[in-house]
């Protein structure tokens, strides 16, 4: 029986148990629609007290039992990530582009209802393409190809409607903290056409940049998804999110110390699990 069964039944024993109590000459004992014998036995099984049990005491036992909903969920997740390094466009006429990326990990939803905060722990790849930067002899024109990678830990805030027990939309904004791990870059420099006779060209990959970069990388981030419960506690869930650093990310070493920022466009699924 279902919910909706189980209330149904109880309201008319409700209703029966007062209309047998309000007739005349009426016992306050329930006596149910079996035979004689069939009650008697039953009440000997039960012993007395169960043979008078008052109306409250029945209803309570035809009232469903409602199961707690998680207070802690778990989303390991996996994602594309499209990455750009902003602030370089237009320095020594570079231009930029933006690579492709990928992350990974899990998040972990504290609370539970329409609200709900968020962190975790990702393993995140972010970078970028300059592209024609003319360096600071005159002589070459470079392309570099920039690779960061960082732990991730999301310190967000995450609204569910309609609730989080079930299918829903969500959004979420918030701050990422990003940890340095990583940082590498190729490159690849072709000399301007009027050193071209003499002045070799260079192609290099793999090259550590982590002194160019901050240790850190804190980053503001919006999201929004959509988890698809197939089950209670089991969902699948389908985001995207756009962050952008707060701060610079780069040290005094890159490039004449300029201003670079991370941007990048994240498009991730996985699965939703309620602890």
């Known amino acids: ?26 016992s306050t004992k329930f006596t149910p629609s079996l035979t004689k014998d069939e009650v008697s036995a039953s009440n000997e099984m039960a012993g007395a007290g169960a043979a008078t049990q008052t109306m409250s005491q029945r209803a309570e036992v035809l009232t469903p039992r409602l199961i707690p909903n998680p207070w802690v969920t778990m989303e ?19 231009s930029v582009d933006a690579v492709n990326r990928m992350q990974g990990g ?13 962190t975790g722990l ?18 070459y024109k470079v392309n570099m190809d920039f690779t960061t990678t960082y732990l991730d830990v999301p310190m967000m805030a995450r609204f569910s409607f309609p609730h989080s027990s079930r299918s829903h939309f969500f959004a979420r904004a918030g701050v990422i903290v990003g940890f340095l791990v990583d940082a590498k870059y190729d490159v690849k420099a072709n000399p301007v056409s009027i050193y071209s006779g003499y002045a070799p060209a260079m192609n290099e990959t793999g090259k550590d940049a ?28 389908v985001q995207a999110d756009f962050q952008e650093s707060l701060a610079k990310i780069n ?14 466009l994240i498009l991730s699924t996985g699965v939703s699990i309620k602890m």
Do not use: C
């Open 1 to 26: 029986m279902n919910k909706v069964s189980y209330y149904f039944a109880a309201l008319i024993l409700g209703f029966s148990m007062s209309a047998h109590a309000q007739s005349p000459g009426a």
């Open 251 to 264: 040290t005094s070493k890159f490039f004449n110390d300029m201003d670079i920022y991370n941007m990048s």
């Open 210 to 237: 982590k002194d160019l970069f901050n240790s850190t990388d804190f980053r503001g981030a919006l999201g929004v998804g959509y988890d698809w419960k197939f089950s209670r506690n089991v969902g699948w869930i």
């Open 122 to 139: 990702i393993y995140a790849q972010r970078g970028g393409a300059m592209n024609n930067a003319l360096d600071n002899s005159g002589t």
């Open 106 to 118: 899990a998040g972990v939803l504290i609370g539970r209802g329409m609200w709900q905060g968020e």
């Open 76 to 94: 390991p997740t996996f994602g594309y990530v499209n990455a750009n390094l902003s602030g370089i466009a237009g320095v020594n006429g570079a």
